[in-house]
């Protein structure tokens, strides 16, 4: 199916469904033994650096590392597009001379979809794109916090949480009975 502007659109069937990604990223918690990692880390664009979004990832991948014991070797922050994993060498570079993992949130850190974008954000990575990020990666174990199959679903809500966003409804203020009584005094005064 296509939108007005002729790019693929996702039939209602494929929202939410899980990638491929697994057969080229590991879950982190599947891997044993001391690990040491490289922390990927990456926004889209200037937007999301300016507002702190960048620092706030790098922050909970520290975290995150910390909690399951891994050692952080580096940190590599990327500001641009997730569709070309050519940025990812600088990271494979580290990681092979400390012997270390790439860690990453989740799989769209490290790559996407081409489609993506807000129209279409249940976009994965298809198997083209996870194959040039293993060329990109050259052998380094690639792992992620979030199952790297997880569907855009859980990886926004994931992303929201760790914002501080609530990402469920908001809290209401009042009950319904105090609206409704509210609203019956206001019509006695208006009556």
């Not at 070797?73 to 993992?101: F, N, Y």
């Not at 859980?154 to 966003?165: A, D, F, K, W």
């Amino acid at each position: 199916m296509k939108t007005h502007a002729g790019r693929r659109r996702l039939s209602a069937r494929a929202w939410g469904q899980r990638g491929n990604a697994s057969k080229h990223v590991s879950p982190v918690d599947s891997l044993h033994g001391p690990l040491s990692a490289v922390l990927w880390c990456r926004v889209s664009g200037r937007e999301q650096q300016r507002t702190s979004k960048l620092d706030r990832q790098v922050e909970n991948l520290i975290a995150e590392a910390e909690r399951r014991g891994i050692t952080v070797v580096d940190v590599i922050r990327h500001v641009g597009s997730g569709t070309d994993p050519i940025w990812l060498v600088r990271a494979s570079i580290l990681a092979k001379e400390h012997g270390a993992i790439i860690l990453a949130e989740c799989t769209d850190r490290l790559v996407r979809h081409p489609g993506y974008m807000d129209a279409n954000q249940d976009a994965q990575a298809r198997d083209f794109d996870l194959e040039d990020l293993d060329r990109a990666a050259d052998g380094v174990t690639l792992a992620t916090i979030l199952h790297p199959d997880a569907p855009a679903s859980e990886v926004r809500s994931y992303q929201r949480t760790r914002l501080g966003c609530n990402p469920g409804r908001p809290q209401q203020e009042t009950t319904q009975a105090e609206m409704l009584a509210a609203v019956v005094k206001l019509m006695k005064r208006l009556s």
